[in-house]
């Protein structure tokens, strides 16, 4: 299998920084996806990683080490819009295999 | 515009009664897929498709069927919906190719309530 790990539930305050981490199986690495997903609607796409090190993306950035099987989503300027649960997919010899998500909480 | 679309988006029947949920597509993708959301337990996958006619089993299969006679649908059926299988339901397509960057778009999702 493609276990993902990743944090169940994060909560940060309006304007900080917040680090969403994620881990995975490294056999038949081809990509790591990161989703964004808000209650009851469709994940929408992030970013993509399939190199090692860090890719920018305005207030997002993802970084990605293949060697430890470990990347992390990077929030700057957090807003309220931010709230949102925050897929991990792993894009092996198999099709995607999505992480449970991390539910981000942005509090005033 | 781009997009996937799944109907109907709501659904409540009952256990027993047959159903079919339909996901189109207009992006010209070979792959399709379904997946059903539940909380604490994520996105999981019920089937995919990497082109036409081609299907195979995601990691909870049981109780689905779906076919791919056209390149842009991809219907999911319930042959005999239970209770266990209210979720709520996206399709999802994207481009081939395992080495490359290819984004999956999502459907809206269709909440399905069986009683």
């Known amino acids: 299998g493609q276990n993902i790990d990743q944090p169940t539930e994060m909560t940060a305050t309006e304007g900080a920084i917040v680090q969403i981490n994620c881990t995975y199986q490294?056999?038949?690495?081809?990509?790591l996806f990161w989703y964004q997903q808000h209650a009851g609607e469709a994940p929408t796409f992030l970013s993509y990683n399939v190199l090692d090190g860090l890719e920018e993306k305005g207030r997002f950035s993802s970084f990605l080490s293949r060697s430890k099987g470990y990347s992390y989503l990077l929030l700057k300027e957090l807003q309220m819009k931010d709230s949102a649960s925050y897929l991990c997919a792993n894009k092996g010899n198999t099709p995607l295999v999505f992480g449970k998500g991390t539910r981000l909480s942005v509090i005033a | 515009e781009a997009q996937v679309t799944q109907n109907p988006r709501y659904l409540i029947t009952v256990t027993g009664k047959k159903l079919t949920v339909t996901c189109s597509q207009n992006?010209?993708?070979?792959?399709m897929s379904w997946y059903r959301q539940d909380p604490g337990l994520g996105l999981r996958q019920i089937y995919y498709?990497?082109?036409?006619?081609?299907?195979d089993k995601g990691d909870v299969p049981e109780g689905y069927k779906v076919s791919r006679k056209e390149k842009r649908n991809f219907p999911l059926i319930l042959e005999s919906p239970s209770p266990n299988q209210t979720s709520l339901y996206f399709c999802?397509?994207?481009?081939?190719?395992?080495?490359?960057?290819?984004?999956?778009?999502f459907g809206p999702g269709t909440r399905l309530t069986v009683l």
């Open positions: 999802a397509s994207s481009l081939v190719g395992f080495d490359s960057y290819n984004e999956q778009f």
């Open positions: 498709s990497m082109n036409v006619e081609v299907t």
């Open positions: 992006m010209n993708h070979e792959y």
């Open positions: 490294t056999s038949g690495f081809n990509g």
